[in-house]
C-alpha cells in the first residue's frame, strides 16, 4: 500500500552534486519524520539527514555544510541536495518515513546508488 521510491542516484565526480528524490505514495494521513541513510560496501547502515514534519532538521557530522534535507508536504516528496561530493559518500542511500496510514510505522526505500570517483 505504502511505497517509497528513491531517484537522482548516479555516478559523479569528486567535487560534483546530486540532487536524490523520495517520492511516498499510498493511503497516507500524515508522515511524521523523515530520514535519508546510506550504506556503503562493508559498513553500517547509518543515518545521514532526518526532517520532522515541521521541517527541523539534523545532520551527520561527515555531511554538515555540504547536503540539505528538504519536504515537499503537497507532494509527499523529500529531497537531499548534495554537494562538494567526496569519494567516501559512495552508497546505497535509502529514504525512509514514519507514516501513520492503514499499517502505521516507518516505511523504507530500495535504495539508489550514488558513486562519486576521483
Known amino acids: 500500500q505504502v511505497q517509497l521510491v528513491e531517484s537522482g542516484g548516479g555516478l559523479v565526480r569528486a567535487g560534483g552534486s546530486l540532487r536524490l528524490s523520495c517520492a511516498v505514495s499510498?493511503?497516507?494521513?500524515?508522515?511524521?519524520?523523515m530520514s535519508w541513510y546510506r550504506q556503503a560496501p562493508g559498513r553500517q547502515r547509518e543515518l545521514v539527514a532526518a526532517?520532522?514534519?515541521?521541517?527541523?532538521?539534523n545532520y551527520a557530522d561527515s555531511v554538515k555544510g555540504r547536503f540539505t534535507i528538504s519536504r515537499d508536504g503537497n507532494k509527499n516528496t523529500m529531497y537531499l541536495q548534495m554537494n562538494s561530493l567526496k569519494p567516501e559518500d559512495t552508497a546505497v542511500y535509502y529514504c525512509?518515513?514514519?507514516?501513520?496510514?492503514?499499517?502505521?510505522?516507518?516505511?523504507w526505500g530500495r535504495g539508489t546508488q550514488v558513486t562519486v570517483s576521483s
Open positions: 525512509t518515513a514514519d507514516i501513520i496510514s492503514g499499517v502505521n510505522g516507518v516505511f
Open positions: 499510498g493511503n497516507i494521513r500524515r508522515i511524521n519524520d
Open positions: 526532517i520532522t514534519s515541521g521541517h527541523s532538521t
